[in-house]
Nanobody, 117 residues
Framework: VQFVESGGGLVQAGGSLRLSCVAS????????MAWFRRPPGNQRELVAI???????DYTASVRGRFTISRDNTKSTVSLQMDNLRPEDTGVYYC????????????WGQGTQVTVSS
């Protein structure tokens, strides 16, 4: 299993970015797919999840600003991030899992998002 993230960058507060992740080596449509981030000096945290059944969920701090979407035909999951805040700064990763199993032990390099105030 492999995940390759892209789309990060430097943006001013209030700006937008769109992250993309391409998955390989897994039956993508059967996975719940998620975006995580690791803020500077902190542990990795779950940001948004797209369930295989079509529903989505978000951590409270990004709800209403971020939108997760997926394209099962391209094995791709995206994260549209609007109204970015400095506290959104971090390295963003994607991962997947089947049902309630553990996330795949296949973390990619991630993509850096930096939001300046």
């Amino acid at each position: 299993v492999q995940f390759v993230e892209s789309g990060g960058g430097l943006v001013q507060a209030g700006g937008s970015l769109r992250l993309s992740c391409v998955a390989s080596g897994t039956t993508f449509a059967q996975n719940n797919m998620a975006w995580f981030r690791r803020p500077p000096g902190n542990q990795r945290e779950l940001v948004a999840i797209s369930y295989s059944g079509g529903t989505t969920d978000y951590t409270a701090s990004v709800r209403g600003r971020f939108t997760i979407s997926r394209d099962n035909t391209k094995s791709t999951v995206s994260l549209q991030m609007d109204n970015l805040r400095p506290e959104d700064t971090g390295v963003y990763y994607c991962n997947g899992r089947r049902g309630g199993r553990n996330w795949y032990d296949a973390w990619g390099q991630g993509t850096q998002v930096t939001v300046s105030s």
